[in-house]
């Protein structure tokens, strides 16, 4: 079954702790994407790959890192630096990048909580 | 820039009754993209619709039935008869497509509450 996984489903941060939340996908999509969603505020998107090594940063990308070494994977770090982690977080990925267009399709999200 | 606007935060209805969920948008890009996405309560947002700009036919699935009007920029979403399994957070969202944001913007979603 094709789709896109996200672990943990549930996730904890200490004070001043990184956590990386796992985005994995079996579409073979050269695009993904990373958004938090908060309350009454939509989709807002933290990172995005266009294709395997390369990145970049969308609206919201202080305090958080991503990589892409991986066409299937793209996870992404909170750092200590994002001083309000708590959120849901949304992975997402379509087939290609030219000329828009592309459906997104999307993990089941991480919902992130301070400790 | 893009810009879309839902401007229903929350919408409660009791079931049978028929919906309408607005979504006006904004951008200079000539040729661009409109979808529709539903985000039931288990959290993944899933695809329902998409429309491109050279084409302003409604489109009727089932239950549901979209209407896209240039002329207004709007792109609104009716679900007749509204069940129970309805209930869910609907996302409009724009693409770019001729040099504009490829990225898609997001409107802040529109809450459908579906009482028996």
């Known amino acids: 079954d094709g789709g896109i996984t996200q672990s943990p489903k549930y996730l904890f941060r200490k004070e001043g702790q990184n956590v990386t939340l796992s985005c994995e996908q079996n579409?073979?999509?050269?695009?993904m994407y990373w958004y938090r969603q908060d309350p009454g505020q939509g989709l807002r998107l933290i990172y995005y790959?266009?294709?395997?090594?390369?990145?970049q940063k969308g609206d919201i990308a202080e305090g958080y890192s991503v990589s892409r070494e991986k066409k299937e994977s793209f996870p992404l770090t909170v750092t200590s630096a994002q001083k309000n982690p708590t959120a849901f977080y949304l992975c997402?990925?379509?087939?290609?990048?030219?000329?828009?267009?592309?459906?997104?399709?999307f993990g089941a999200g991480t919902r992130l909580s301070v400790l | 820039a893009q810009k879309v606007t839902q401007a229903q935060t929350e919408i409660s209805v009791v079931e049978k009754e028929d919906v309408t969920l607005d979504c006006v948008y904004e951008?200079?890009?000539?040729?661009?993209?409109l979808f529709w996405y539903k985000q039931p309560p288990s959290g993944e947002l899933v695809f329902l619709i998409r429309?491109?700009?050279?084409?302003?036919q409604n489109e009727i699935s089932g239950r549901y039935s979209w209407n896209f009007q240039k002329s207004t920029s709007s792109f609104n979403f009716t679900i007749t008869a509204s069940q129970v399994v309805d209930s869910a957070v609907y996302f409009c969202?724009?693409?770019?497509?001729?040099?504009?944001?490829?990225?898609?913007?997001f409107g802040r979603g529109t809450s459908l509450i579906v009482h028996p």
């Open positions: 579409l073979n999509h050269d695009a």
């Open positions: 969202a724009l693409s770019g497509a001729s040099g504009g944001s490829y990225i898609p913007t």
């Open positions: 790959s266009q294709i395997v090594n390369d990145f």
């Open positions: 429309r491109n700009s050279f084409d302003e």
């Open positions: 951008t200079r890009d000539t040729t661009y993209y």
């Open positions: 997402a990925s379509s087939i290609g990048w030219t000329r828009g267009g592309n459906i997104q399709y």
